[in-house]
């Protein structure tokens, strides 16, 4: 703990002092335009990665970066997605999946998750996601790759870090309160994959039908 105690000293008598006008206008109320959904995953840090300032994003994490469908057993990803497009009125949501994906890993080695029953019932809301990569990529390695997996040689992993991201856009399409600003035209929905260990993002393009980079 002593690292974490001494970071918010160091938080307290530098990095507070010099931001301390954005806190106390903060402390008036939020308006953050984007919704950042991601993985609970410690080697990912939404702000940093898209170097934003307290106040900008509003994040969701959890294992696998999954958001269960409408009619799902009610949880904190439908309440937190519903209060960011109805009561914050985000303009933006972004599913962002990520290099190494332990969830992943997981969902494609089920046999690895003999002791993690809470994780493979979790893990139920991305099997439309396995069933793609069965599907789709079953010639994997030797056949061709997904645009990340060309680059770090986890073909198989990153088809289906990519198909992920796709199966979570079509459950939060899903939830009422999505369905209605989609329809409306004034809600955008992006998905990426955030390659930690180059600091590459890479976006999905519909008009491809592919990851490409985003910058």
């Known amino acids: 703990m002593q690292p974490l105690t001494q ?15 954005l806190f106390a206008q903060l402390a008036q109320g939020q308006h953050p335009e984007t919704l950042f959904i991601t993985c609970s995953d410690s080697r990912v840090d939404p702000n940093l990665l898209t170097q934003t300032k307290p106040g900008e994003l509003f ?13 799902s057993i009610n949880g904190g990803e439908a309440a937190t997605i519903e209060y960011a497009v109805n009561a914050l ?15 992943m890993k997981g969902l494609l080695h089920p046999e690895q998750l003999t002791d993690f029953p809470a994780v493979v019932a979790w893990l139920s809301y991305a099997q439309k996601t396995k069933q793609r990569v069965d599907e789709k990529y079953s010639d994997l390695p030797d056949g061709e790759p997904t645009l990340n997996a060309a680059i770090d040689g986890e073909p198989t992993l990153n088809a289906a870090i990519e198909e992920n991201v796709l199966v979570q856009i079509e459950n939060l399409r899903t939830l009422p309160s999505v ?3 989609v329809a409306r035209g004034d809600l955008n929905i992006y998905g990426w994959v955030y390659r930690f260990e180059t600091g590459e993002v890479f976006a999905y393009e519909p008009d491809a039908q592919r990851f490409v980079p985003l910058v």
Request: with cysteine; aromatic share 4%; proline share 4%.
């Open 7 to 21: 970071g918010v000293q160091d938080f307290q008598t530098k990095n507070f002092q010099t931001m301390r006008d």
């Open 59 to 71: 994040v969701l994490r959890n294992a696998g970066n999954i958001v269960p469908p409408h009619g």
């Open 89 to 103: 009125g985000v303009k933006n949501i972004i599913i962002c999946g990520h290099s190494h994906c332990g969830a």
């Open 179 to 181: 369905a209605a600003r």
